[in-house]
C-alpha cells in the first residue's frame, strides 16, 4: 500500500510538472534583452548547447577572435575552423546588412549565426546572445528566434568626470567594458576641470604635479551652512601609457575615447600650475570646491601655444575623431577687467567678450581641424557664433541643440533633465547626497533625442545622446556605479532601440534580471527602478494619504503604519490612508513577487493644525508647491537638507499669509514653524512672524509675535512662538514678512532672488 501510494503521488507530480513544463513552453519566451532589438521574433524549439557544440568563424577576418573569445569563454565550448552541419555557433561578416553596428542573429535547435557588416556588429550581436545566456536560458536551452537590428543613433555615449573626483584606470576599464555590453559605442572623458587636472602631457609636467592634487575638498553639500572642508589630499592623474592601454580596451568593446580638455574657463588647477596663462597675477589653487570659477585662460599667443602644444599631444594619443574641448560656463569678468582683452576685442574687431570667446574656440577649431578632428564643445560655443566644423554638445535643455541643428551642424544631446545621472534617481530622503534635480529611470527611459521642432533634414543632424556623470558628489567609486546604473541600461535603449511607443512595464520586467545578476557580480547597482510617489490631502479633520506609481505598471504596494517593514502579509494599498494619529508609515511596491526597493517612509506627527483647511493670500510658486499647498498642515516636517523635498513650500518675493480653519474653536499654546535658509541661491529666512486669533473669520486679534534677526547659522530655522492670548480660537492667520536682508545681500549677486520657504506650521 505504502508502495502504491509513493506511485500515486510520483505520478502526480509528474502529471502536473509536465502539464507545467507543457505550459511554459507553450507560451512564447519573454526575451529579456536590453536594448531591445528592433526586429524579434521568436520560434518554437531551441538551441541546446552542451560539451560538442563549436564555435565557427573565420579568423582571417581582423579583431573576430577577441569576439568569438567573449562567447567560447561564456560557454566553454571549442573554436573550430571547419564548417560543421550543426551544434554550432558562427560568427560571419555579410555585407548585404545595411547599417555598419547592425546585425542580424537566427538561433535555431541546429546553430545559432550572428551575421554583420562589420566586426562591430558582431559585437553587439555577441552581447545580444551573452545576453540571452545569462537571462532566457534555462537547462542550456536558448529559445529559438530570429533579430535583425541596428542602432538609431550613431552617437551613444556615456560620461565620466575624473576631475572632481579621480577614478583609478581598473574602475575606468570596468565603466567602459559595462558600457560596451549595453552597445554604448562612445566614453566622453572629462579630464581636465577646476578640481584636478588628470591627463599626463610631457611638454608641461606641472600640469600632473601640481594640478593633479588638491589639498581638501568639500564635504557634504555646497548648500550646507556651515561649510565643511576635509583637509585631505586628492588627486591622481593617468599616464599616456596608461591611457593607451585603456584606449586599446575601449577600442576591443568597439566604444570611441572622446577627451575633453577644458577651456577657456574650468581650467583652476591648469593655472594652479602655469599661473602665467591667466590673465590676472592672484594666486590660483586647484578648486577644493564646487561652482563656476572667475579664472579662465587668457587668450595671448602664449596661452595658444601653451594649449595647442597640449591639444597636440592630446591629438596624437587617442585615435578616435573627435576631441572635445569644453567651453561651458565661462564668466567674462577677467576678459572684461583685462587691458589685453580689451585691446584684442578692438583689434580683432569683435563685439563683446562672447564674441572674444567665439574667436578663441575658432581659432582652436583650426588647429584641431589641422590634426585631422573635429572638435566638439558644449552649447555655450553657440553664443558669439559657432566654429565652422564644431560639433555641439545640448546640455543646458534642448535648446542649443536645436539652434546647432538649424545652423547644420552636428549635435549630441545631453539636456539636464534627462541625461544628467549627478540627479537624484528618487525622492526618497534616504538617497546619498547628489547634486540636486530628479531624474527618475523612467524619465530616462521616457527621452527622445530628436526634438519635435526640427524637420526631418534637420533631424539627421542629432547624432545622438549621452549621459553626463560629474562626480562632484561621487566620493568613491561605488558611488559612480550607483547613479550610472540601471539609468544608463534606459538610456542604452533610447539610443539603441528609440520606439516611437515606449512600454515601461515592458522595459522594467526586462531589467530586473538585468539588476539581479549585476548586482551578483558586485555592481553598486542602485534599487531604484520606479519611485513611489506620496501625497497628501487635507480633508479638513484628517489627512489622507495616497501613494502612486508610474502608470501602466503592474505593481501591488504594500504597507505598515507603525514603522515596520512591510511585506506581503502586511496592507495592501488601494486608494489612500487615512491618517488621525502619529504614525511612522512604510511602504514597499512589488512587480510580480519581485519585491522594488527601497522602503519609503513618510513620519507624521500630528497636531492641531494638521489634516485642517488653509486660505492663502498670496500663491507659492509652482515648482515647488508640487505636494499642494497644504504640505505645511499635514503632519509631516519638511527635509532638513533639501528643500526641493515637496514637502516646502517655497514663495518668491512675496510675503506669506495664510488663514487656517480648525473647525473647532480651540486653545493654542504656541505655533512653530520651519524655514530653509541658503542665501546662495537667494532663499533667506523672514524678518517677521505674526499670529493672529479670530472666532468669525471677521475680527482678527494678535495673539502672538516674533521678530527675526538675519540668519546665517545652518539650512534650517526652527522658530517657536508662544501665544500669549490664551482663548479659544477657530482661525488662525499666521503673517510671514519676508528678508529685508536679501535686498543688501542681493547687490552683489547675479540672480535677485528673495524666496521664503515653509516646511510645516504646528500649532499646539
Ligand atoms: C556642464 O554641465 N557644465 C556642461
Given amino acids: ?65 577577441p569576439i568569438a573569445d567573449i562567447i567560447v569563454n561564456q560557454l566553454s ?8 552541419r550543426k551544434n554550432y555557433i558562427s560568427l560571419s561578416i555579410d555585407k548585404k546588412i545595411v547599417n555598419p553596428e547592425g546585425y542580424k542573429m537566427d538561433v535555431n535547435r541546429n546553430f545559432i549565426r550572428i551575421t554583420a557588416k562589420t566586426t562591430a556588429g558582431l559585437f553587439y550581436g555577441t552581447q545580444s546572445l551573452i545576453q540571452l545566456i545569462n537571462f532566457n536560458t534555462r537547462e542550456n536551452k536558448i529559445p529559438a528566434l530570429e533579430i535583425s537590428d541596428s542602432p538609431a543613433f550613431p552617437y551613444r555615449g556615456m560620461h565620466l568626470d575624473v576631475s572632481r573626483h579621480f577614478a583609478p584606470v581598473d574602475f575606468v576599464k570596468k565603466y567602459i567594458d559595462l ?11 572629462h579630464l581636465t576641470d ?88 592672484s594666486p590660483v589653487s586647484v578648486w577644493p570646491i564646487w561652482g563656476v570659477s572667475e579664472d579662465i585662460f587668457c587668450p595671448t599667443e602664449e596661452t595658444f601655444t601653451f ?80 566654429a ?36 537624484y534617481q528618487s525622492l526618497d530622503p534616504g538617497e546619498p547626497v547628489a547634486i540636486g534635480g530628479y531624474t527618475s529611470l523612467e524619465k530616462v527611459f521616457s527621452y527622445k533625442p530628436i526634438p519635435e521642432e ?59 534580471p538585468h539588476q539581479r545578476y549585476l548586482k551578483q557580480k558586485g555592481l553598486n547597482i542602485s534599487d531604484h527602478l520606479i519611485n513611489l510617489e506620496h501625497k497628501t490631502i487635507n480633508t479638513g479633520s484628517k489627512v489622507l494619504f495616497t501613494i502612486n506609481a508610474p502608470a501602466g505598471i503592474d505593481t501591488r504596494i504594500f504597507y505598515t503604519k507603525n514603522g515596520a517593514i512591510p511585506d506581503p502579509e502586511a496592507l495592501v494599498y488601494r486608494d489612500s490612508i487615512v491618517i488621525t494619529n502619529d504614525s511612522k508609515i512604510k511602504y514597499q511596491a512589488y512587480f510580480n513577487d519581485t519585491p522594488l526597493y527601497p522602503v519609503y517612509n513618510a513620519d507624521f506627527k500630528m497636531h492641531m493644525g494638521a ?83 479670530s472666532k468669525d473669520k471677521a475680527d482678527f486679534k494678535m495673539i502672538g509675535g516674533m521678530k527675526l534677526a538675519n540668519f546665517r547659522d545652518s539650512n534650517i530655522l526652527d522658530a517657536n512662538i508662544r501665544i500669549f492670548d490664551k482663548k479659544r480660537y477657530r482661525y488662525v492667520r499666521v503673517i510671514v514678512k519676508n528678508s529685508e536682508f536679501a535686498k543688501e545681500y542681493q547687490k552683489n549677486q547675479v540672480q535677485k532672488y528673495n524666496w521664503l520657504f515653509i516646511g510645516e506650521i504646528v500649532i499646539e
Fill in 307 to 386: 594649449l595647442t602644444d597640449i591639444l597636440s599631444e592630446v591629438a596624437d594619443l587617442f585615435p578616435g575623431k573627435y576631441i572635445h574641448i569644453g567651453g561651458d560656463e565661462v564668466p567674462k569678468k577677467r576678459w572684461k577687467e583685462s587691458s589685453f582683452c580689451q585691446e584684442l576685442i578692438k583689434k580683432e574687431n569683435l563685439k563683446d567678450e562672447h564674441e572674444l570667446q567665439s574667436w578663441f574656440i575658432k581659432r582652436i577649431e583650426k588647429f584641431v581641424n589641422s590634426k585631422g578632428k573635429t572638435i566638439i564643445g558644449w552649447d555655450e560655443i553657440l553664443e558669439g557664433g559657432l
Fill in 454 to 512: 526640427l524637420l526631418k533634414s534637420q533631424s539627421k543632424y542629432i547624432l545622438g545622446a549621452q549621459a553626463n556623470l560629474w562626480s562632484e558628489y561621487f566620493t568613491t567609486t561605488k558611488q559612480v556605479e550607483y547613479m550610472a546604473y540601471p539609468r544608463a541600461i534606459a538610456l542604452s535603449e533610447v539610443l539603441w532601440t528609440n520606439s516611437a511607443k515606449r512600454d515601461f512595464s515592458n522595459f522594467i520586467k526586462r531589467i530586473i
Fill in 77 to 84: 565550448i571549442t573554436k573550430v575552423n571547419t564548417p560543421a
Fill in 611 to 693: 489634516g485642517k483647511k488653509i486660505e492663502l493670500k498670496n500663491k507659492p510658486a509652482e515648482q515647488y508647491a508640487k505636494g499642494g499647498n497644504e504640505v505645511i498642515l499635514n503632519g509631516i516636517m519638511a527635509s532638513t537638507d533639501r528643500y526641493s523635498d515637496k514637502e516646502w513650500l517655497g514663495f518668491l518675493d512675496t510675503d506669506f499669509e495664510g488663514t487656517i480653519d480648525l473647525e473647532t474653536p480651540d486653545y493654542i499654546d504656541q505655533v512653530k514653524m520651519r524655514f530653509y535658509n541658503y542665501n546662495h541661491v537667494g532663499i533667506f529666512t523672514p524678518r517677521e512672524i505674526e499670529i493672529y486669533g
Fill in 1 to 65: 500500500m505504502k508502495t502504491n501510494w509513493f506511485i500515486c503521488r510520483s505520478t502526480s507530480l509528474l502529471i502536473s510538472g509536465l502539464l507545467m513544463s507543457y505550459i511554459l513552453s507553450s507560451q512564447a519566451p519573454f526575451i529579456n534583452i536590453i536594448p531591445k532589438p528592433v526586429n524579434l521574433i521568436t520560434k518554437k524549439n531551441s538551441f541546446i548547447y552542451d560539451h560538442n557544440t563549436v564555435m565557427l568563424y573565420d579568423s582571417n577576418i581582423p579583431g573576430i577572435v
Fill in 179 to 189: 558600457m560596451s555590453k549595453y552597445k554604448f559605442n562612445k566614453f566622453h572623458w
Fill in 194 to 281: 577646476d578640481q584636478g587636472w588628470r591627463i599626463e602631457i610631457k611638454k608641461y609636467p606641472r600640469l600632473t604635479e601640481i594640478g593633479a592634487y588638491r589639498d581638501s575638498t568639500l564635504a557634504g553639500r555646497y548648500s550646507e551652512i556651515p561649510r565643511k572642508f576635509d583637509k585631505t589630499r586628492h588627486g591622481g592623474f593617468y599616464t599616456q601609457e596608461e591611457i593607451k592601454d585603456i584606449i586599446d580596451y575601449a577600442g576591443e568593446r568597439f566604444v570611441e575615447i572622446i577627451p575633453e580638455i577644458e577651456m577657456p574657463g574650468h581650467c583652476m588647477a591648469a593655472l594652479a600650475a602655469y599661473p602665467e596663462y591667466a590673465c590676472t597675477t
Fill in 388 to 423: 565652422p566644423n564644431a560639433v555641439v554638445m545640448s546640455w543646458r535643455g534642448e535648446a542649443g541643440g536645436i539652434e546647432a541643428a538649424k545652423q547644420k551642424h552636428n549635435v549630441i544631446m545631453t539636456p539636464g533633465s534627462y541625461c544628467y545621472f549627478d540627479h
